[in-house]
Each structure stands twice: as structure tokens, then as C-alpha cells.
């Protein structure tokens, strides 16, 4: 090392040195935390107070300093949470994440930021969530509705392969989006939101009605639409003593009659009207279950009759097979959405005939 340099180092040695040597006041680390407590810095101002802790002359003053920055630091985090709950309900979501943010770099120990700003993004994906449902239902009815037009527009002109191919196209889209929605309304099913699957499910199998799709919505109907084990609908509870065993007799010759000549319909109206009158005979219980099996097995024929007449451009024919499900189970909606759209076409292809001029 040449002369030069170590004239050079000397000075500076001796002024870090002396630096060293030189003690840390009380006065001094309090102007310090005031600084830090001015700026928000609770972590410097803490960490400052620790360090000078063991060297310091007045570790009492010191101990107290460092309850005063804790109590304020709890107050800042207190207010932080309060000030991004306000700006996350105004839907400012930029300004509440960017307060969380510069809060734990002030105070990283702030246990209730960090919750904070976890729930901030729970939230925040929650409500992506929510939009991207919202986007996926829009384009589904949209689907659906343009369907009817595709559908009209390739019947009225069936030799047109233009018109056929954009049929086809839109309906292999819809399949898509039918088990992206069947999807969702499923994992809606587990996690016990009932609501949104609501919004999902029915739509899925209005547009593609498919092994899962068809799970689906029953798993749906089942929760949300319990089966009844009695019907309430009947306002007369009472038959008088008179009359009571041979209404009864009539009403079992009747349902019989009913049974075996297939008139599901008119065997539910009778069965409820007896069940009235014999609650809890295990004849009827008996009575019950296998017409209801029989209504079950009638309904997932006529849905599924329905559907493949509606695909051959046949909507008259599949309305009828609908109207039937609608009479043995006036609440299925899936149905009455079947014929609603099926109606819809017919409307249209009517539209379109008037319109076609004459040869």
C-alpha cells in the first residue's frame, strides 16, 4: 500500500472511531422515534428502541418509549383495517390494496393487517368469481336465444349447407359452454351455494341436456326442492264417518282403474285424496312408492323423447312429450323452459313463412 493511500485511510479510521466511542443519548433515540412515529415507521422506531435497550442509561424511559410506539402502532393498524373495509365497500380496490400494502412495510408485525389484507383478496376473488359467472350466463342465454334463430333459419331452408353448418357450429358451441356451466353449478353443489347453482345448473340443461348436466340438476332439484312425503294442496281434511268407507272403496276402484290404463295423472289425484283419508296405511305407503317410480321413469322418458324430437327439427312433436312431464309434475321448470323456447321457434318459423314471397 503506497504512502498516499494510507494518508488517506488514517483520518477516516480515527473519525469512525471516535464515532463509535461516542454514546447514544436518551434525548437522541427519543428525536429519533419521534421522526419515525411522524413518518409511520413503527418498525424502524421498535427496532431502534430494542437495539439501544441493553447500552442505554435509562432502560425504564426506554421501556416505556416502546409501549407508547406499540399502542400506536395497534391504533394505525385499528385504523388501517377500518380505512380498507371503507375503500373495498366504495369498490376501490387499487387504493385499499396499496394502504394494506404500505401499512406491513410501516408495521410488519401487524397481525391484523396481514388478516386484512388476506380477506382483501378472498374478496377479490370471490368477485372475480362472481363476474366471471355473470359473463358465462349472458353468453349462454345468448346462445340460447340465438339458437332459436339458427334452428328456424336451417329448417326453413334445409337443402341451404351454409345455413346447416352454422347450426351445427353453434350448437357445438353451446355444448361448450353448457359443460363449463354444468361445471361450475356442480362445484356450486359441494361447497353448499345452492343460489348460484341455481343460476347455472337449469341453464346448462336447457342448452345441452347430457349425462352430467342431467346429475346435476337433479342433484339440485333434490336439495333445493325436497320431495314431499304427503300433498297439502287439498283444503277438505275431514269425510264424514257416513261416507267414509265407501268413498274410500270408490276412490281404490278408481286408482286401480286409473294405474292400469297408464293415467299417471289421474292415479296421483286419487292417491293424494286417500292418503287423506288413511294417513299412515302402509297400503298406501306401498301404493305411493310405486307410482312414484312410475311417474319417475315416465318423466326421464318423455324429457328424453322430447329433446330428440326437438334435435330433428321436430318442436310441435316435442312440445307434446313436454306437456306431459308438466302434467305429472306441474314444477318442473326444465320442462316449461323446453317449451317456452320450442314455442319460440314455431313463432319464428311462422314469422319467416309469411315473410317468404309467394312462387
Not at 55 to 66: V, Y
Not at 117 to 128: G, P, S, T, V
Not at 145 to 165: C, E, F, G, H, W
Request: positive net charge; contains cysteine.
Amino acid at each position: 500500500m503506497t504512502c498516499k493511500k494510507l494518508r488517506t485511510l488514517i483520518p477516516l479510521l480515527l473519525l469512525l472511531t471516535a464515532c463509535a466511542q461516542t454514546p447514544v443519548t436518551p434525548k437522541d433515540i427519543e428525536q429519533k422515534v419521534d421522526l419515525w412515529l411522524q413518518q409511520q415507521q413503527y418498525d424502524k422506531a421498535l427496532k431502534a428502541l430494542v437495539k439501544a435497550f441493553p447500552s442505554h442509561p435509562d432502560p425504564a424511559r426506554l421501556k416505556i418509549l416502546h409501549k407508547e410506539v406499540s399502542s400506536e402502532a395497534s391504533s394505525y393498524e385499528k385504523k388501517t383495517v377500518r380505512h380498507a373495509k371503507k375503500l373495498i365497500s366504495e369498490g376501490k380496490w387499487a387504493d385499499a390494496l396499496e394502504l394494506y400494502e404500505r401499512a406491513i412495510k410501516n408495521y410488519s408485525k401487524g397481525v391484523k393487517l396481514k388478516k386484512g389484507l388476506n380477506k382483501l383478496h378472498d374478496i377479490q376473488a370471490e368477485r372475480i368469481d362472481e363476474l366471471e359467472i355473470d359473463i358465462l350466463i349472458k353468453h349462454a342465454k345468448w346462445l340460447e336465444n340465438s339458437l332459436v334463430m339458427y334452428t328456424a333459419i336451417a329448417n326453413t331452408s334445409p337443402k341451404d349447407r351454409r345455413a346447416q353448418s352454422a347450426l351445427k357450429k353453434k350448437r357445438k358451441e353451446i355444448k361448450k359452454i353448457s359443460a363449463q356451466l354444468t361445471e361450475r353449478g356442480t362445484n356450486a353443489l359441494r361447497q353448499g351455494d345452492i343460489k348460484t347453482a341455481e343460476r347455472l345448473v337449469p341453464l346448462a340443461m336447457r342448452l345441452d341436456p347430457n349425462t352430467k348436466s342431467e346429475r346435476a340438476y337433479k342433484a339440485l332439484r333434490k336439495i333445493s326442492k325436497p320431495k314431499k312425503t304427503k300433498k297439502t294442496a287439498y283444503t277438505k281434511k275431514t269425510i264424514p264417518a257416513s261416507k267414509k268407507k265407501i268413498t274410500a272403496k270408490e276412490l281404490y276402484s278408481d286408482f286401480n282403474e286409473a294405474y292400469r290404463t297408464n293415467r299417471l295423472a289421474d292415479a296421483q289425484q286419487i292417491l293424494s285424496q286417500l292418503e287423506i283419508m288413511e294417513a299412515g296405511s302402509a297400503r298406501l305407503e306401498e301404493l305411493r312408492r310405486r307410482l312414484d317410480n312410475d311417474i319417475s321413469i315416465t318423466i326421464n322418458r318423455e324429457m328424453k323423447v322430447g329433446v330428440s324430437q326437438y334435435s330433428r327439427g321436430e318442436p310441435e312433436q316435442a312440445i307434446i312429450h313436454w306437456q306431459k312431464v308438466i302434467e305429472l309434475d306441474p314444477g318442473n321448470d326444465l320442462a316449461q323452459a323446453h317449451i317456452h323456447r320450442a314455442k319460440l321457434i314455431l313463432e319464428k318459423l311462422k314469422q319467416l313463412r309469411k315473410k317468404q314471397p309467394l312462387e
